[in-house]
């Protein structure tokens, strides 16, 4: 019999994708943030951290009860095993706001920042960021107590499933296929979205990497004082406007005409002044085959042609397409929990591992986006990336 060659052992084993999934995280001190909040304070052992992972993989991989999410914990690496009513008392119990916290410094990690930047090289037709602020309604599946922000053990109000909810008000940086947040509010559904507008404008002009940006935003913000607000902070937009909005045009710059297949469009570029308000703008009107008109007011100068203005206003659509992802692939509509403070808790959790999946797909390209790479994350957590790809 021949001689037998044992082959040496790689002790450095390589990631998982479970593991990969979270490495971002590591730039972020939780336990610093769980101190800030006072979690643990009474407990030998708080375990923020596990903690935190169980709620971020059960925001991108949800569980149809709290039994399912504990057989998760137990079978899937990179989780301590924790009961489900252990997680429920706790997404309950701890507060919200050190998610928030952690979410933001996520997004203002190192690595984010250089994210953002190779995906801003990659739509070398445009030289500047282009943020678009938007909200959605999010139905709630089973009842949710809102508290007395004086006396948390009254209650105010119930919501209840069929109601309408709660409204996610977000900000996110929109470059072509990429879409990152920037800034969030959760407000009761019945809020109107356009008050939100200003916090959210707040959280944007705090990224050191935004420079300049061009703000779209639909029809739901129209606000001729916001309009004239931005026009006087030098701050450049793109929005919708009713082509039978009353203005004075000041001046009829030019007109373009658009020949294909489809037929012949129309494109007027005019200097006008919105009603009232001594303030001069852009407002490009779109004709199409048919003779139906569509206008766009804007901040942007001459130098930007009538069709960058509209093909950049176009890049609004991304942030639709990551209301739909949230809401077709996450549970940002399902959660475990009854009270105000653990939903929030929950909805930015699954606000994190989306953050999470973009960075994962970012750095493990995958056909098919967002969508293709939750699948991954669900199917192949323990699987070796060397086999993953």
């Known amino acids: 019999m021949g001689t037998q060659i044992k082959r040496p052992i790689d002790c450095s084993s390589p990631l998982t994708v479970g593991a990969e999934f979270y490495s971002l995280l590591d730039v972020v001190d939780s336990e ?32 149809d009860s709290l039994a399912e999410l504990a057989e998760k ?35 203002h990690s190192p690595q984010l920042y250089h994210q ?6 990659q739509l070398d ?19 949710v107590a809102i508290p007395s922000e004086s006396r948390d053990t009254e209650i105010l109000h119930v919501i209840q499933p069929g109601e309408k909810g709660l409204h996610l008000n977000l900000a996110a940086r929109v470059d072509g296929n990429a879409k990152h947040p920037l800034g969030v509010t959760i407000t ?9 507008f ?16 061009i703000h779209v935003f639909d029809r739901g913000y129209l606000d001729y004082e916001r309009f004239c607000s931005l026009n006087e902070q030098d701050k450049d937009f793109i929005c919708p406007l009713q082509t039978d909005a009353r203005v004075d045009v000041l001046e009829h710059v030019q007109d373009v005409e658009i020949t294909d297949e489809q037929g012949t469009r129309h494109l007027r570029d005019e200097r006008i002044e919105l009603a009232e308000t001594n303030e001069e703008f852009r407002r490009i009107v779109f004709e199409d085959v048919d003779g139906e008109e569509l206008a766009y007011l804007t901040t942007l100068s001459s130098g930007y042609a009538p069709v960058e203005v509209m093909s950049i206003y176009t890049l609004r659509t991304m942030i639709e397409i990551l209301f739909r992802e949230l809401k077709q692939y996450t549970n940002i ?18 606000l994190i591992g989306y953050v999470l999946v973009e960075w994962f797909r970012q750095r493990h390209p995958l056909r098919g986006g967002v969508p293709e790479a939750i699948r991954a994350i669900r199917t192949r957590w323990n699987t070796s990336l060397r086999t993953y790809g």
């Open 116 to 121: 953002r930047g190779v995906q801003r090289k």
């Open 333 to 350: 509509e399902n959660f475990h929990s009854q009270s105000l403070n653990g939903v929030l808790f929950e909805i930015f959790c699954t």
């Open 73 to 107: 914990t137990d079978t899937h690496d990179e989780l301590e095993y924790m009961a489900g009513s252990t997680f429920s008392r706790l997404t309950n119990d701890r507060d919200y706001r050190a998610v928030v916290r952690l979410f933001f410094e996520l997004l």
């Open 198 to 213: 200003d916090h959210l404008q707040s959280d944007v002009e705090v990224f050191a990497d935004l420079d300049s940006p």
């Open 32 to 63: 610093s943030i769980a101190d800030d909040f006072e979690i643990g304070t009474h407990t030998a052992k708080h375990d923020f951290a596990n903690h935190l992972k169980v709620a971020i993989f059960e925001g991108v991989h949800p569980s």
């Open 188 to 196: 009761p559904g019945v809020m109107r979205e356009p008050t939100q």
């Open 125 to 143: 037709w445009l030289d500047r960021t282009v943020v678009a602020t938007d909200s959605t309604n999010l139905t709630v599946t089973r009842s």
